[in-house]
């Protein structure tokens, strides 16, 4: 099956400047990859997505960049502000599985 | 905009006996997933479930889990006789179609075994 990994596990920013996580993937079926914020409690919401054709994908302040040869992504969140503080995951969703592997988190902290 | 709904938002359990989690997918959605979460840890894929039966299945979905759509609206997981280390978030989430579509997730219920 897919395996994702995720780093770094933790992340600590001062508001204002750039976060970036990473993931990478093992299977080159895997063809669309979601990022999800998850809130203390909260349900993991879908903040950007792209799929493997596509290299980057920006949405305001946030991107993502996808390089298919190397099998890596990345959420890019700039100009961060405090209530961007949460676990980020990112995830593969591999075709003939039908399903989304997860990676382990990130948990970000913006600090004021 | 539409959400997954499920219910209860959290389930207390004694070891041994059945539960049953309740969601509510996306009106127009086909495709249906459960996820869990054990505290801490990663989201896991449990079951996926399309026109009326599993699509795809992980090895934590052994069988003392079902899933069942009863009617038109509701999508229900069961664990027939519950362990301790069943104990984690249980995430519903829905999609419009196969193939890489956004999924969607329910607030979860939380479910604790004693």
């Known amino acids: 099956g897919e395996n994702v990994e995720q780093h770094p596990s933790t992340l600590s920013v001062q508001e204002g400047d750039s976060a970036v996580i990473k993931c990478t993937y093992s299977?080159?079926?895997?063809?669309?990859f979601p990022w999800y914020k998850q809130e203390l409690g909260k349900r993991p919401q879908l903040i950007i997505d792209?799929?493997?054709?596509?290299g980057e994908k920006k949405d305001q302040r946030i991107a993502v960049t996808l390089n298919k040869t190397a099998k890596h992504f990345s959420l890019h969140i700039t100009e961060t502000q405090p209530e961007d503080s949460a676990v980020y995951f990112c995830?593969?969703?591999?075709?003939?599985?039908?399903?989304?592997?997860f990676g382990t988190g990130t948990r970000l902290t913006v600090i004021p | 905009e539409p959400e997954v709904t499920q219910t209860p938002s959290h389930q207390v359990t004694q070891m041994g006996q059945e539960v049953i989690l309740r969601c509510v997918p996306i009106?127009?959605?086909?495709?249906f997933y459960w996820y869990r979460q054990i505290l801490g840890q990663k989201v896991e894929f449990l079951v996926s479930?399309?026109?009326?039966?599993?699509?795809?299945k992980s090895e934590i979905f052994d069988d003392q889990f079902s899933v069942e759509r009863p009617d038109g609206s509701n999508f229900t997981l069961k664990i027939r006789s519950t362990k301790l280390e069943d104990s984690a978030m249980y995430f519903c989430?829905?999609?419009?179609?196969?193939?890489?579509?956004?999924?969607?997730f329910g607030d979860g219920t939380r479910l604790s075994i004693l």
């Open positions: 299977d080159s079926a895997s063809n669309y």
């Open positions: 479930f399309y026109n009326n039966e599993i699509s795809e």
């Open positions: 009106s127009n959605h086909l495709y």
């Open positions: 989430a829905s999609s419009e179609n196969r193939g890489g579509q956004p999924q969607h």
């Open positions: 995830a593969a969703f591999q075709t003939g599985a039908n399903n989304l592997f």
């Open positions: 792209i799929r493997s054709n596509v």
